[in-house]
């Protein structure tokens, strides 16, 4: 039972090595009858450092099921990689929006309105004083 070579690729492109990687063979569930109760075609991985988990039976075959399920275990690490440099550069950028310079006519606004609001405050007066 050997795995294609590309998925091994994969996972040392993202520094993660099939060791980490629990892999069992269970029972499947569902519809089948005898053979789905019989036999343990069922893959089930699971990557300790991120405790992600990967479940397959799709196919008859244990063997095609296993192919399956690594192919899917590759897709979701890619993905929470992926999802956490975009979080990295949404953050960058958000840093830059706050802290770059205002533009004249938002100076020009912000002190309008801090006008107006001063005098709306400076009509109350103080409680008690009549």
Excluded: Y
């Amino acid at each position: 039972m050997t795995l294609p070579s590309q998925i091994f690729e994969k996972l040392a492109a993202l520094g993660v090595s099939a060791s980490e990687v629990e892999e069992k063979f269970v029972r499947g569930t569902g519809p089948g009858g005898q053979k789905i109760n019989k036999t343990s075609s069922t893959v089930w991985l699971r990557h300790g450092p991120t405790g992600i988990e990967v479940r397959c039976q799709r196919e008859r075959s244990q063997t095609a099921n296993r192919a399956v399920a690594w192919a899917e275990l590759v897709l979701k690490l890619e993905a929470r990689i992926r999802a956490a440099r975009l979080a990295v550069v949404a953050g960058r950028e958000a840093e830059r929006r706050r802290n770059r310079p205002k533009s004249r006519g938002q100076k020009l606004r912000m002190i309008q309105a801090k006008r107006h609001r001063a005098g709306t405050k400076a009509g109350r007066g103080r409680p008690g004083m009549d």
